[in-house]
């Protein structure tokens, strides 16, 4: 086999060499792919060929009004990546370029399926996409907060409260992942919300979880709470209520509170914190808090776990918060008062049941 060096420290073979220059390749050029997804996503691309089922290079440019003909060979080139990618599906009749959707980009990308996870890469703008280039800035910085707060001066929450396009932004993205997980929670832990007759789901966006619960248990009263800027873009809904306020200072009562996706944006502290307040919340016997977050796997080669760190990456950017492994959980439980809790694992992330 051929050798790239003679020398014992890089005795890796050509191919080796090779083969790793194109992982790393890999990794620096990854936000080309997803640009190029967006921008496919912006210009309706997805709902263009889907809405033909097969649809040729010509007819897909005859639908871009303000994609100049010149401009024809760059829409082929980036419609190949994305096929690449596993977005597309592109074949050849007559010496025509023929595009199709696959099963992934149909159920997860078209904008008005109930899945569509296509607001997410609304996200994927300024201002959260600037912080990136202070992280070695920020770590080298004395300052309390996050990369957020280093790079605009103000908490996530703080500027989704002035900014009525960044908030619906935010609250559409956190809306699309809740209808995806919370398909999967009322399927698999249905137990968890048997016996229950009022929830409050803390922190709970513009209510889509909540709503999901209510619709699944018909018997049981659902709330979504969170701050008010949030609220007032909660949809008029008669299944659940919606109630406006600040969980650090007081919850409403209930059998139980649900958490999705909250205690991971707070430190230890602040958790314990609104943990206290859950408790207060809920009844001694009978009451339960239910947390839908990231249990931190300890299978460190599956790709879960690669996902798992790069939510607790963001975290660190956006947030105070992180993304916690069982023990670090346990502790925080604890610190709180719960004596007991129990996981149920969905998927990348796990429903955790804390009793009093
Ligand atoms: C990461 S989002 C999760 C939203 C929702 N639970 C979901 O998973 O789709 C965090 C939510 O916490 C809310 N929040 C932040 N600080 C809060 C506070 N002090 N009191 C109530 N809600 C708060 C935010 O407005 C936001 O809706």
Redesign the pocket.
Known sequence: MARASSTEEEAVSAEEMLAAQAQVYNVVMGHIGTMCLKSAIELNILEIVHNAHVLSHSDLLSKLPNVPPWKSPFVHRIMRLLAQMGYFKIGNKDEEVLYSLTPLSKMFLLKNKPLSLSPYLGLLTPPWTNVWYSLSDWLQSDGKGCMFEFEHGKST?DI?SHNPELNSGF?EA??A??RVIMKAVVDQCSEAFKGLHTLV?????TG??ALAIAQAHPGLKCTV???PH?IASVPPNSLIDAIS????ESIPQADAIFL???LH?WTDEDCVKILKKCKDAIPNGGGKVIIVDFVLNDNKNSSETFTQLLFDASMMAYTDGKERTEYEWKRIFLDAGFTDYKITPIGLRSLIEVFP
């Open positions: 929450w989704a609250n956190m809306a992942d809740s789901d803390v922190g709970g966006g889509t979880s709470y969170d701050l949030v306020g600040n969980m650090f999705k996706w909250i944006d």
